[in-house]
């Protein structure tokens, strides 16, 4: 009897795929000579060439999973291939739109079934419109296209399954914009996905491994941002979608019910609100939405809480100082009773403020006005903010244009009444538009800072316990 052999192949991104993990290592940015390793019977992995590629065969001919960087790279493969079977290569499967992985085809016979996500072929058929070294090899264009995020096909006596991991670094969509993690869940804005509308993916962990649990896609219209703020706490979400309704924007509230995430509510502000959702933050039943927009850009913050299965709103609060432009609401954290915003661009000098709230039978009072440190204009102290514990909240507030833009970031605790700083973190090596302190975390005593700007802007994150 016949058996049927199977194999996994994953689309990675709108515009790629991604091998089955042993196939996914780092691709090389220069051609090294091919090395062919066997992972199971009639299965292998062909190390080298610019790229990775695989190799299935079938019942009557050969599978290649990606067909190497180089003309020269991709012979070089079908040599390889010939060594190991005498049937010929009928189908390509390609993971990926970049050259590394198509412009081998230029060696591959005419007439072969080339399988690709259809994001994957525009871009193909734009690269080739657009000519010059980037273009692939135009005898050998995607013949059959991919569209749904998981497929079933059966090829050459071989089950090969095909999934689609929308998120990696397809242009546009801006995955990784805005991320947030909770005990063994997270979630990955990007914001940028389907022409700006925007999705959401929640990844849960079992064990050592992360998997893709869900995707979130804008309830709305086309070009609402979803995902440009996400928040987690234990089996809630909130995601921000600030261009939603004409720019007042709204945040949607997603619950966990097994492996399942359903919408439970959808949050805007109250009339007047200007990009509601830029921000948003949660704990438990506490959730915080900044909308700094509000009042010619003075902004503002909306508390809600939830009871049962419905939220209500709280309080909003409005711009302390009263200023426009001062982007209050910019930055929102909030832990247990304890809600911290940022206001960037408060002061004349937009040197920047901080401003914590706390609740007290269910009323938010201001306990702290926290001023830049420094007192440098354009500062931006309060560009981030976080806050971690309960009975005593430590705060985090980062300034990443302090110093020629070096930046830094500075905590706070709240003890005997009143609020003291206690840390300034800086990095000791931190150069001019570093931007330290871009994005703060704080949990415990670990804090995490984020530095765009570090190593000629590849970007640097810095993690360090506070005292």
């Not at 569209?147 to 999934?163: C, M, T």
């Not at 987690?232 to 966990?256: D, I, K, M, P």
């Not at 010619?296 to 913050?301: D, E, I, K, L, M």
């Not at 309060?382 to 070096?406: D, E, F, I, Q, Y």
Request: hydrophobic share 40%; net charge positive; with cysteine.
């Amino acid at each position: 009897m016949h058996r049927r052999r199977g194999f996994f192949v994953g689309f990675a991104t709108i515009a790629s795929l991604s091998v089955l993990a042993t196939l996914a290592v780092a691709q090389g940015p220069a051609p090294a000579p091919l090395m062919v390793h066997q992972l199971k019977p009639n299965v292998y992995w062909v190390e080298g060439g610019g790229g990775n590629s695989g190799v299935i065969v079938g019942d009557k001919g050969v599978i290649v999973v990606d067909a190497k960087t180089t003309a020269a790279a991709g012979k070089e493969l079908l040599d390889d291939i010939a060594k190991i079977t005498p049937k010929p290569v009928t189908t390509v499967i390609l993971t990926h739109s970049d050259g590394d992985h198509v412009n081998g085809l230029a060696s591959f016979p005419a007439g072969i079934t080339i399988i690709a996500h259809e994001n994957n072929k525009k871009e193909q058929d734009a690269a080739l419109a657009a000519g010059g070294r980037g273009a692939p090899p135009a005898g050998h264009l995607p013949t059959q296209t991919i569209s749904k995020n998981k497929d079933d096909l059966k090829i050459d006596g071989v089950k090969v399954q095909v999934l689609h991991w929308a998120p990696a670094h397809t242009s546009g969509d801006v995955f990784g914009y805005s991320v947030s993690v909770s005990g063994g869940t997270a979630v990955v804005g990007a914001w940028g996905t389907s022409k700006h509308a925007g999705a959401a993916y929640v990844y849960a962990r079992s064990g050592q491994t992360w998997h893709l649990q869900a995707t979130l896609t804008d309830p709305g219209t086309s070009s609402d941002l979803f995902g440009y703020s996400v928040a987690v706490s234990g089996q809630t979400l909130v995601v921000g979608s600030f261009s939603a309704n004409e720019g007042a924007g709204a945040a949607y509230v997603y619950v966990r019910s097994g492996h399942t995430w359903q919408r439970q509510a959808t949050l805007t502000g109250l009339p007047g609100s200007s990009v509601f959702g830029a921000a948003v933050a949660i704990s438990g039943p506490t959730a915080v939405i900044g909308a700094w927009g509000t009042g010619n850009q003075a902004g503002a913050v909306d508390i809600f809480a939830r009871s049962g299965s419905t939220w209500h709103r709280q309080v909003t609060l409005g711009n302390p100082a009263g200023f426009s432009q001062d982007h209050f609401g910019s930055a929102v954290a909030v832990s247990g009773s304890t809600a911290v915003i940022g206001a960037p661009t408060a002061t004349a000098g937009d040197d920047g403020a901080t401003y914590i709230y706390t609740r007290s039978a269910g009323h938010w009072h201001r306990g702290a006005t926290l001023a830049d440190p420094v007192g440098d204009p354009n500062d931006h102290f309060g560009w981030s903010v976080a806050v971690s514990g309960t009975r005593v909240p430590r705060v985090l507030s980062g300034a990443p244009s302090t110093g020629s833009a070096c930046g830094a970031a500075y905590e706070y605790t709240h003890r005997h009444g009143h609020w003291r700083k206690r840390v300034t973190v800086v990095e000791p090596s931190c150069a001019s538009q570093d931007n330290v302190g871009f994005g703060v975390a704080l949990s415990g005593r670990l804090a995490v800072l984020g530095a765009p700007g570090k190593n000629s802007f590849a970007g640097s994150v810095i993690t360090l316990r506070v005292p």
